[in-house]
Nanobody, 122 residues
Framework: QVQLVESGGGLVQAGGSLRLSCAAS????????MTWYRQAPGKEREWVAQ???????YYTDSVKGRFTISRDLGKNTVYLQMNSLKPEDTAVYYC????????????????WGQGTQVTVSS
């Protein structure tokens, strides 16, 4: 199993920056990809950014050019650097670890962090 602990959320003004962290522990060798999701009030959870075990990165269109996902393998930690923040970025952000990539594009196992609140003021 994998445990995920998130940190870095908070209140920031529009145009500002935050860096979210997701520290993984346990059976971290199983992880194929780490993904950041977010869910705003009244909206469905959406995929934000992903980094694969090989280091490839992917972003949803609304954050391209503003957010950067990265990793520190020595610390088993994934980061989400969030720049040029907008009020519409306000949401609870969740870290997800996928273990054992399947041919369907899904995973044998998935693990979630507790979520961290990001609030961007006008």
């Amino acid at each position: 199993q994998v445990q995920l602990v998130e940190s870095g959320g908070g209140l920031v003004q529009a145009g500002g920056s935050l860096r979210l962290s997701c520290a993984a522990s346990g059976d971290t060798m199983c992880i194929s990809a780490m993904t950041w999701y977010r869910q705003a009030p009244g909206k469905e959870r959406e995929w934000v950014a992903q980094i694969s075990s090989g280091g490839s990165t992917y972003y949803t269109d609304s954050v391209k050019g503003r957010f950067t996902i990265s990793r520190d393998l020595g610390k088993n930690t994934v980061y989400l650097q969030m720049n040029s923040l907008k009020p519409e970025d306000t949401a609870v952000y969740y870290c997800n670890a996928g273990c054992g990539l399947l041919s369907t594009g899904t995973y044998q196992y998935e693990y979630w962090g507790q979520g961290t609140q990001v609030t961007v003021s006008s």
